[in-house]
């Protein structure tokens, strides 16, 4: 497929008329083309336009027709073959391997979400038969369902170019409830990202679904973006990015005349409790599989792993030194885009240059135009509670060790963290006490909680939760991973005495789509 450089509204490419965008090879340097012209309020105009019209017909679709449409984007995207896999690898500089999971997983999640559609629970239909005769006052017919809540706008994040962008994990939840979607896709993969969106518009054509079911706009800058957000026809926003890019839209969806919610994920350091049992038992393969999580990827992960926390003693300090060792060693990987290198340079230097925190190790200098050499730090527990910034996210390989004098010191850094994605517990049996310390607070603080694992790895299923308190997520109450990520675009409706010509198809007597149904209380199927 050739690139043309264009973006995608509904079945049209378009040519834009503001600041041309270019993806950058992050190994080399190099520009890559060809140009991305950005668009205009004019084409978000013409986006939402054609989403609102669209949104009518693509919200009452059958249950099998919206599920044949998720799968027949999967196969569009597996159709495009290795063309896919070697530009994102130009416009990334991730290796092969980690490209094909991410393809593997990006499919896998629309298949995931066509099954969820078919089953219909989604929907949670619930019936309360009338009961004229109750006394002392009778109960009218009720019947409720969840229903789409409209056209969505969705941001391309720069770390995940397939599985968090224009197909993935928010596109597929939003469509899947029935929303047609309009993505923002991310400046740092355009061609990448022009060829999952033209398989998505060839699965809307195949399935004859209204051409406003999907468009993809690029922009540099904000303007495209916060123009998305206050359109009166976006209903919903899906963002994974930076805290200020996410406040920023938030900022605009709450300062419109019918605010919006806004679910982004932004930022966690996604704490790591090395218990004493654990630590004195196993401190050195604890050491090889910290290091190994907080390395993948370049730790351009939201989970990666950037706080350790423990008691002070010798299991500890043997810990620091066989971790300490192991990032020596780890070999420089090259970073997503200048922009993310920049900030975890800012980051690390922000650590090393903190009267504090003690440098531990660094790992080898690299020699691609925008590397990422590992980090390794320690600071007390007094220190970190009274440095607010030692809390700030380094996007990127470097980790920070937090010496506490016991449980309970560990307990007040515990409750000082802000809300974070994951928090992990490396335990032996002899650490169940000190773990049941944590739990309450850890509950608090995170939405993933793990034990004896590392956070990196956010498995696509029905029982995940990626989402967590602000700053790790926008809402606590969601998640963008997993099948219940659909419940963010819904909202419900309950229908009171409708005479059956009327009612929507799930809510009919007789449950013509074959739906499970609480009625009366009871589950039916």
């Not at 449409?69 to 999967?74: I, K, Y």
């Not at 309360?128 to 369902?145: G, I, K, M, T």
């Not at 303007?223 to 805290?243: H, K």
């Not at 602000?470 to 997993?482: E, F, I, K, M, Q």
Request: aromatic share 6%.
């Amino acid at each position: 497929m050739t690139l043309q450089g264009k973006m995608l509204i509904g079945q049209e490419a378009v040519s834009g008329s503001s600041t041309p965008i270019h993806a950058v090879n992050p190994a080399t340097g190099e520009r890559l083309e060809p140009t991305y012209v950005g668009g205009s309020k004019a084409e978000v105009e013409r986006a939402c336009e054609l989403a609102e019209a669209a949104f009518g017909t693509y919200r009452e679709t059958t249950l099998e027709l919206r599920a044949t449409f998720l799968e027949a984007v999967a196969g569009e995207i597996e159709a495009i073959g290795d063309e896919l896999i070697e530009r994102a690898m130009l416009e990334t500089g991730l290796p092969r391997a980690r490209l094909e999971g991410e393809r593997g997983r990006t499919c896998g999640q629309l298949r995931l979400f066509a099954s969820v559609v078919r089953a219909g629970e989604w929907l949670d239909v619930r019936l309360d038969p009338a009961l004229p005769e109750r006394q002392p006052l009778p109960r009218a017919d009720l019947r409720q369902r969840h229903i789409p809540l409209g056209p969505v706008a969705v941001f391309g994040a720069s770390n995940f170019p397939l599985a968090f962008s224009v197909a993935g994990g928010d596109t597929a939840s939003a469509l899947a409830a029935g929303c047609p979607v309009i993505v923002k896709g991310h400046s740092a993969h355009p061609g990448t990202s022009e060829l999952v969106g033209r398989a998505v518009q060839k699965a809307v054509e195949k399935c004859e679904l209204p051409e406003g079911v999907f468009s993809l706009l690029f922009g540099s800058g904000r303007e495209i973006g916060q123009a998305l957000v206050a359109d009166p026809r976006i209903q919903a926003v899906g963002f994974t990015g930076s805290r200020s890019g996410g406040t920023a839209l938030m900022k605009t969806a709450q300062a419109r005349p019918q605010p919006i919610p806004v679910y982004a994920e932004m930022s966690s350091i996604n704490p790591v409790f090395l218990l004493p049992e654990a630590l004195k038992a196993r401190g050195d393969k604890i050491a090889e599989g910290f290091v190994a999580s907080m390395n993948m990827g370049a730790g351009q992960f939201c989970t990666n792993p950037g706080l350790v926390i423990a008691e002070k003693g010798p299991e500890l300090e043997a810990f620091v030194e066989a971790a300490g060792e192991a990032v020596k060693g780890s070999g420089a990987q090259t970073m997503l885009t200048p922009g993310i290198h920049d900030a975890y340079q800012q980051g690390v230097g922000r650590l090393s240059g903190n009267g504090k925190v003690r440098e531990v190790a660094r790992g080898q200098a690299g020699e691609s135009a925008h590397p990422c050499q590992a980090g390794l730090f320690v600071t007390s527990a007094a220190g970190f509670l009274n440095e607010p910034e030692l809390q700030e996210e380094v996007f990127g390989a470097t980790s920070l060790v937090i010496e506490c004098q016991d449980e309970q010191e560990m307990q007040r850094v515990a409750a000082q963290l802000e809300g974070q994605l994951t928090a992990t517990l490396q335990m032996d049996d002899g650490d169940l006490a000190v773990a049941k310390g944590l739990m309450p607070i850890l509950e608090r603080k995170a939405g993933r909680i793990l034990a004896n694992g590392w956070p990196t790895g956010v498995e696509v299923c029905h029982a995940m939760v990626h989402g967590g308190p602000y700053p790790a997520t926008s809402d606590s109450r969601t998640t963008s991973v997993g099948s219940a990520a659909i419940y963010r675009f819904l909202r419900p409706v309950c229908y009171q005495a409708l005479p059956e010509g009327l009612l929507p198809a799930p809510l009919k007597d007789g449950n013509p789509w074959g739906v499970s149904r609480l009625v009366d209380g009871k589950r039916e199927v």
